[in-house]
């Protein structure tokens, strides 16, 4: 649930990756509720079209294309499509990952590459293909989705934390050259939140005992929380805030 209205979000273009489940569902309702524009990309088919009939009452309907953002060439053209159906892409939200598990020792050159393709690769291609309509539009946000994973120091998944730890080195590479068009690139890091995914694969009791010790606040994070903060970054109400991370994790790091 948002409660928040940001008029400057109204008729706004607005690209999000892995918008068909989780924290991407939870986008994809938060900007069309705001009456954006919205194209989404997964693999998810079934998912993303139950989401956009469920979203039945938006001022635009959500449009889903099915690309397999590992492959750039596919994701270029589907952010071309977007561009000749929806106009120029004023917001952009790159979402998907997969954070499946991996031993260090077993990792191989070409499952390293796979799952940097799947969790950082597609941010700085999705960014490029979309800085050209930012410009023309006088400017844009780019939100790029990190995690405390790594900060935690978890195991389990070191090349998902190495990837999610360079998204900071992105929004950092990349601020001050896009800031001379004022295109604003931040990185919003969450915690623990609490999608059917981590509550299905991840979340146990051990799971529950740790978030109570480890966050500051009780309450259990979930999607909408996240898509709050992204609405906020997105707006024109964050007009001056650009290089940053905001880390909505209910204060475990
Ligand atoms: N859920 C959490 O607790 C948590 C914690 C920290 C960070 N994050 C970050 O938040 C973001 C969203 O997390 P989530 O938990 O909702 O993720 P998720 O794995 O539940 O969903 C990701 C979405 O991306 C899609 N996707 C995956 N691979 C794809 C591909 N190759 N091409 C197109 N689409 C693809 C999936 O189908 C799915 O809809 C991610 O960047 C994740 O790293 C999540």
């Known amino acids: 649930m948002v409660n928040n209205t940001y008029p400057s979000l109204a008729d706004r273009v607005v690209l999000i990756t892995g918008g068909a489940s989780g924290i991407g569902a939870a986008l994809v309702r938060g900007f069309a509720t705001q009456g954006a524009k919205v194209g989404f ?38 952010i071309d499509e977007f561009r000749a159906r929806l106009g120029a892409i004023g917001v952009l939200v790159n979402n998907a990952a997969n954070d499946v598990r991996h031993g260090f020792a077993d990792v191989s050159p070409e499952r390293f590459d796979q799952l940097v393709a799947v969790n950082l690769r597609h941010q700085f291609f999705a960014t490029q293909a979309v800085a050209g309509d930012m410009r023309g539009l006088g400017g844009g946000a780019v939100i790029c989705l990190g995690s405390v994973g790594w900060m935690q120091k978890n195991a389990g998944y070191p090349v998902y934390a190495t990837a999610k730890a360079a998204i900071h080195g992105l929004v950092g590479g990349l601020a001050r050259e896009l800031g001379a068009s004022a295109i604003r690139i931040n990185a919003l890091v969450p915690g623990w939140v609490m999608t059917e995914k981590q509550k299905t694969l991840w979340l146990d009791a051990e799971g529950e005992a740790t978030i109570d010790r480890m966050q500051c606040l009780r309450a259990r994070l979930q999607p909408d929380d996240i898509a709050r903060a992204a609405l906020f970054l997105a707006s024109d109400d964050a007009a001056m805030i650009t290089g940053q991370s905001l880390i909505v994790d209910a204060g475990w790091v």
Do not use: G, M, N, Q
């Not at 997964?42 to 998912?47: C, E, I, V």
């Not at 989401?51 to 690309?67: E, G």
């Open 41 to 78: 990309i997964d693999l998810d088919d079934a998912a993303a079209e139950a989401l956009v009939a469920d979203l039945f009452h938006v001022k635009h309907s959500p449009l889903y294309r099915h690309c397999d953002l590992t492959d750039t060439a596919a994701l270029r053209a589907t």
